[in-house]
């Protein structure tokens, strides 16, 4: 591209096009991506960057894949769209349906499909509520959820996410979502799954539809559990009849070197929610996958209580078509061994940065890691403002990703350093992202 169309571009740009999290001042020099490869992204200027993100935790498979291009464009030829309401199908919706199936949690026996993490969240929250409906139970609604938390800004995913940042300026959040302490150790010793079983008997076990949870938190801040703490939160669900929603919208194929990362902990939910790497962000594609239980009252219900929640794009068989696609690249070049591999590398490379001076914590799984900064490393006191800083550094030297944006008070948090590279990246890119933020974090701070 030339300069004067970049320009035009750019100009054309800030006056028309709303962004997601706009804020015009950050939007004054943008970076318009062309091209990508793997785990490199290319500007229109010629710069080229390691994708430090798989742009937003979803570009799995890696860029420039022809092969779900061509899935796409051979799935249009033959049938475009079609309606998957009840009484209609496609092939490749059945297709990924049962193929998803095969690679996730064994107690799951039924795929609802959406188009994005937040609408897969929101009919989760639908499904729980209307489970408990077809069992006698109606006053069981309630859903809850975690601080830090990321479950996307639809409404009711909002009220869901525990981030103050992304309620302040749509405020009220919908009635019936409750909010309580995560596992994280670093910040919070002690905290674990008996913050839920307080929640649970202080609203009232009767009143509760679901619990909700990213097995390992992504956009709040790369938050692993510790490693007792999903098998509590399962027994405390089923002594209360109690759902577990599990979030695997960032976690699902193999970010964490597994399939689906609850599997680290031998731990299966009632419900999963995914999106993102399901077609490795080639196309929009998201979905509901439910225990047999939930799955049965949804058939065996009479037509007074039937499901009635639908979207147009449920079932899209283009999209469908590329996740089959996807999910064989996963498997042909074992994709998810590959981030067990490189998570290991990535991991080791990440704790070789405790010794900087802003450096609080590092922690992740697989391919999936944080950098927490703080000002003083005996107090923990969060540091904030300074994370753009780092990443402005970072992009100066070849690395784009996003941060965590940090915060004080009751629930403190330090800017954040988030990590999700795609899962084809090598060895030399592993270690050159943590030559970079040995840079980069240093520089900021200067």
């Known amino acids: 591209m030339e300069t004067r169309t970049i320009s035009g571009l750019v100009q054309a740009d800030q006056a028309h096009l709303i962004h997601p999290q706009h804020f015009a001042a950050d939007h004054q020099t943008p970076v318009v991506y062309v091209e990508g490869e793997g785990a490199t992204l290319r500007d229109a200027e010629g710069h080229e960057y390691i994708d430090g993100l798989s742009q937003l935790w979803n570009v799995n498979a890696g860029h420039g894949r ?97 981030m103050p940042v992304f309620h302040k300026m749509f405020a009220p959040t919908v009635p019936g979502f409750i909010h309580i302490l995560p596992s994280y150790p670093y910040r919070y010793p002690g905290s674990g799954a008996e913050a839920l079983e307080e929640a649970i008997r202080r609203e009232g076990p009767e009143t509760v539809a679901a619990f909700i949870a990213e097995p390992v938190m992504g956009a709040g801040g790369v938050i692993v559990p510790t490693p007792d703490y999903f098998a509590k939160v399962r027994e405390i669900c089923d002594r209360h009849q109690v759902l ?32 993102k790497a399901v077609t490795s962000a080639y196309l929009p594609l998201g979905g509901v996958m439910v225990s047999r239980a939930i799955h049965q009252a949804i058939l065996d219900a009479p037509a007074a209580e039937r499901f009635m929640h639908a979207a147009t794009y449920s079932g899209h068989p283009t999209c469908c078509a590329v996740g089959l696609a996807n999910l064989n690249i996963f498997e042909r070049e074992r994709l998810v061994e590959r981030a067990a591999t490189m998570g ?103």
């Not at 969240?121 to 408990?132: D, G, L, S, V």
């Not at 577990?244 to 999963?272: N, S, Y």
């Not at 629930?411 to 943590?434: H, K, M, W």
Request: charged share 20%; aromatic share 8%; proline share 4%.
């Open 66 to 162: 022809f092969e779900l291009a061509e899935a796409a464009a051979a799935q249009m030829r033959r049938l475009a769209y079609a309606s998957a309401y009840v009484g209609f199908t496609n092939e490749p919706a059945v297709r990924l349906a049962e193929r998803l199936l095969t690679l996730t949690y064994k107690n799951l026996s039924g795929v609802y499909f959406t188009t994005a993490g937040a609408e897969s969240n929101e009919a989760a929250f639908k499904i729980a509520r209307y489970f408990w409906k077809r069992r006698g139970i109606p006053t069981k609604t309630k859903i809850i959820s975690r601080i830090h938390g990321y479950h996307g800004v639809t409404m009711a995913a909002m009220s869901a996410t525990g």
């Open 344 to 446: 290991t590398r990535l991991q080791a490379g990440l704790q070789t940065l405790r010794d900087l001076p802003m450096v609080g914590e590092v922690r992740g799984l697989g391919l999936i890691g944080g950098i927490e900064l703080v000002k003083d490393k005996a107090t923990k006191e969060p540091a904030l403002g300074v994370a753009a800083k780092v990443l402005g550094e970072a992009k100066k030297r070849g690395l784009i990703t996003r941060p965590r944006t940090g915060q004080s008070g009751d629930y403190p948090i330090g800017d954040t350093i988030c990590l999700a590279p795609p899962l084809v990246i090598t060895e030399a890119q592993v270690d050159r992202i943590i030559e970079i933020l040995r840079e980069s974090i240093p520089a900021a701070a200067s």
């Open 244 to 275: 577990f929603i599990a979030d695997e919208v960032i976690t699902a194929f193999g970010r964490t070197g597994r399939w689906f990362a609850l599997d680290h902990w031998g731990v299966q939910p009632d419900v999963v929610t995914f999106a």
